[in-house]
């Protein structure tokens, strides 16, 4: 991708295609059924239809199921996506972090297997990897597998899994090897049939008032030794690949979305008047939507200057961990100023403006989130300080 | 690392950084390098190309800003800001320029920029300096301000109005009518003068008026907005390294002070600031150099990062050093010297801001227009 958003020919006609196929095809808000196994399915068609349309894997191998084509265009489509304001893929965590893995570390069995239901959305996945005692600290997860009669045998307890009560495969991190090998080698990938006896899944509920984490509680899971992904002991190097590629690729059509936020917090601001004057017209609302504005635009030209290393064929480097910074930092300010600005009027209550002051509490609430999951702020900044600027370590 | 930048991009930033390894002095003796030293190091930079602007030359805002970024690295006391933002301004219309202008952009000189007076802000819109018409044409009446290099300037590009309207003439540094003293700055090495205009006159080759006026003054903004972003990044991040340095040397409490996670953040938050700056930098250059609409905008958005950002990294980095950033001989304050001056040149964070707000309120303003009607 050049520096700047100068399409090549291609790239253009396909931008604009996906914007014809969303503008047309993209479920609204209303469209979608408020109970939430009604709304899974919904979700699941929605998915399905894209990647029929071919906007989902579009740069995954064409042999299992993908586009073949150049990892670039899947950004271009991600972004419209974001753009056009359509409901997140259901099966995202297979699509970003479980699907990636398996196609680098998987067998030819594996794929042939998965691939193809990862992408049209008929088996969700849910990754198992924090515990109530492992979250930053991953390394010191506890869940064990041992190995007996061709299968592991899975004990111990995970949690954030996301979707994990519509999932039906969950990659577990899990410890394998005994404590005579150092710590991240005794760690192993384990791909669970969540539909196995022993599995129990409890969704939490979330301050944003949602449902879609889950705690797993494994219980002597048998899980069949070729359900191993890469070879024993791997699970660490495999955990840091997935995250590392979704720190990578996920700026840009985050900040899409942060930028369509961003007019819509403008809108709002537009619409709400405060003793006789709009909110928008106060020249302190709007320089903090500048500064809102700011973040979430340096947000994109980082993103776009570090992801041309991915887009090349390298590996996601340590710049994955200045982008998700910034990330984090933008999506905090932008919905932290919607609150802020919005706030005065948001306790007016107006019953016609129930929904949009919803949005904000929800968006405001989960932006927190934002430098806690996929790796804490502080765990970016260890990373920086060790692999970047190769300070002493502690 | 520099990522995405072509072959000869990378070229130009190493060889003006080689050049001033060799010419320009450490940032630690920076007050005492001689006007002498400061000449020689100019003339290498012009004999190196670095003004090669427009149809003669190859530099776009990419490269300039390259080149800026590496003079804000090394600290050097040089008039290129105010010389290459005036060709970057005038180049696109070089040909169509009165004579004294086209002649200014393929020409050699060092170009100061006057546009500030006593309690005015970066905007070029209300200068009190006047165009006036004398008994031999057009004369320049006012005073400016806190204008870059002044001593070292053959060419000054004067913002002023004629007939109520925005217009710039360009003038010698040493006509006739015109008065020179130097000015009192926070970073002294930047060499600020004042400009006394007592119906300094200007053929008509050499003044802009009307709508091109217009054009040229926020191609002039942008330009020197990105050419003083670009040099706040390079002055960050020479002291970032700096500070990372001393932090895996230094020791205290039996360990180096480097391996304490208090300070590992304060570098690593530094150094994504310094890093992102120079990415909003880059894209804007970029923009301005396509030609590209949103190009003021990008530039706006930089120079408001940038401007807090450069900033932040060098506290950071005086924290990092602790008591010896506060001795004089350390480099540490030249730095942030630097940097708080290029914060304020071309517009400050909150300039930035307050015009970039205004924009997204206009624009919300217009698209519910829209969506009425």
Not at chain 1, 322 to 346: D, F, H, I, N, Y
């Amino acid at each position: 991708m050049a520096h700047r958003e100068r399409l090549p020919r291609d790239e253009a006609r396909l931008r604009d295609e996906a914007r014809a196929f969303l503008a047309e095809n993209v479920p609204s808000a209303a469209d979608l059924p408020r109970s939430l196994d009604a709304r899974i399915e919904a979700l699941r068609g929605w998915q399905a239809r894209c990647y029929r349309a071919g906007y989902v894997g579009r740069a995954w191998p064409r042999e299992f199921g993908g586009g073949g084509r150049p990892p670039v265009e899947q950004i271009v489509v991600d972004q419209e996506l974001a753009a056009a304001g359509a409901p997140e893929f259901v099966n995202v965590v297979g699509l970003d972090v479980l699907g990636p893995s398996l196609l680098r570390f998987g067998t030819e069995r594996q794929r042939q297997r998965h691939i193809g239901a990862i992408l049209d959305a008929t088996q969700i996945w849910c990754q198992g990897f924090s515990e109530p005692e492992a979250g930053s600290d991953l390394a010191s997860l506890r869940t064990r597998a041992v190995l007996k009669d061709g299968h592991f045998v899975l004990s111990g307890q995970k949690t954030w899994v996301s979707w994990g009560q519509f999932a039906r495969w969950c990659g577990v991190l899990a410890r394998t090897e005994g404590p005579g090998r150092p710590r991240h080698q005794g760690i192993s990938m384990l791909i669970v049939d969540m539909d196995s006896p022993g599995v129990d899944v409890r969704p939490m509920t979330q301050i944003t008032g949602h449902a879609e984490f889950c705690e797993l509680f494994f219980d002597d899971v048998l899980v069949p030794e070729e359900n191993l992904l890469s070879n024993r002991g791997d699970g660490w190097k495999i955990a840091m690949y997935t995250l590392g590629h979704e720190r990578g690729t996920a700026a840009l059509p985050r900040q899409v979305k942060l930028r369509t936020w961003l007019d819509r917090l403008a809108a709002a601001l537009g619409d709400r008047a405060l003793d006789g004057r709009a909110l928008l017209d106060d020249p302190g609302a709007q320089i903090a939507l500048a500064q809102a504005m700011i973040g979430i635009e340096v947000l994109r030209y980082h993103a776009q200057r570090t992801v041309g290393d991915f887009l090349s064929g390298g590996a996601v480097g340590p710049e994955s961990s200045s982008v998700k910074l910034l990330m984090a930092e933008a999506e905090q300010r932008l919905a932290a100023t919607a609150v802020e600005l919005l706030g005065p009027a948001m306790e007016q209550a107006d019953p016609a403006e129930h929904d949009e002051d919803a949005f904000w509490e929800e968006t405001y609430l989960y932006s927190r989130a934002a430098s806690v999951y996929g790796g804490t702020r502080q765990i970016q900044r260890n990373i920086i300080a060790d692999r970047v600027l190769a300070l002493p370590q502690e | 690392m520099e990522l995405e930048l072509t072959k000869e991009q990378s070229w130009i930033s190493e060889s003006v950084d080689t050049l001033l390894s060799r010419e320009w002095v450490a940032p630690a003796d920076i007050i005492s390098a001689s006007a002498e030293r400061q000449r020689r190091t100019w003339t290498a930079l012009v004999e190196f190309g670095a003004l090669g602007i427009g149809d003669e030359g190859e530099l776009g805002a990419v490269e300039l800003c390259l080149i800026a970024r590496a003079l804000g690295s090394h600290l050097a006391s040089v008039p290129f800001l105010g010389s290459a933002a005036v060709r970057l301004a005038l180049a696109p219309q070089a040909r169509s320029l009165p004579a004294g202008m086209g002649a200014l952009v393929s020409g050699q000189d060092a170009i100061g920029i006057a546009v500030l007076e006593a309690g005015s802000g970066w905007t070029a819109e209300r200068a009190g300096t006047r165009l006036a018409r004398g008994s031999d044409g057009l004369e320049i009446r006012g005073e400016k301000v806190t204008i870059e290099q002044l001593a070292a300037a053959g060419q000054l590009a004067v913002v002023a109005t004629l007939d109520g309207e925005p217009a710039v003439a360009v003038t010698p540094a040493d006509a006739a009518g015109l008065t020179r003293r130097p000015q009192r700055c926070f970073d002294e090495t930047v060499l600020m003068g004042t400009a006394r205009f007592d119906a300094v006159p200007v053929p008509g080759g050499s003044v802009l008026g009307g709508p091109e006026a217009r054009t040229v003054l926020r191609r002039l903004m942008t330009a020197g907005s990105l050419l003083a972003a670009a040099e706040a990044v390079g002055a960050a991040g020479h002291i970032l390294d700096l500070a990372c340095r001393y932090a895996g040397q230094r020791r205290q409490f039996g360990r180096t002070i480097g391996s304490f996670q208090a300070l590992r953040h304060i570098l690593a938050d530094a150094y994504v600031r310094q890093e992102s700056g120079w990415s909003a930098v880059r894209y804007a250059a970029a923009a301005l150099d396509d030609g590209d609409p949103e190009a003021a905008r990008a530039a706006s958005i930089a120079k408001a990062y940038v401007s807090r950002g450069a900033r932040e990294v060098a506290h950071s980095a005086m924290q990092v050093f602790g008591g010896i950033a506060f001795t004089a001989e350390h480099p540490a304050h030249r730095f942030l010297r630097r940097i708080s001056v290029r914060a304020q040149q071309f517009g400050d964070a909150a300039h930035h801001e307050r015009r970039l707000g205004r924009e997204l309120a206009e624009r919300a303003a217009r698209s519910r227009a829209g969506g009425t009607a």
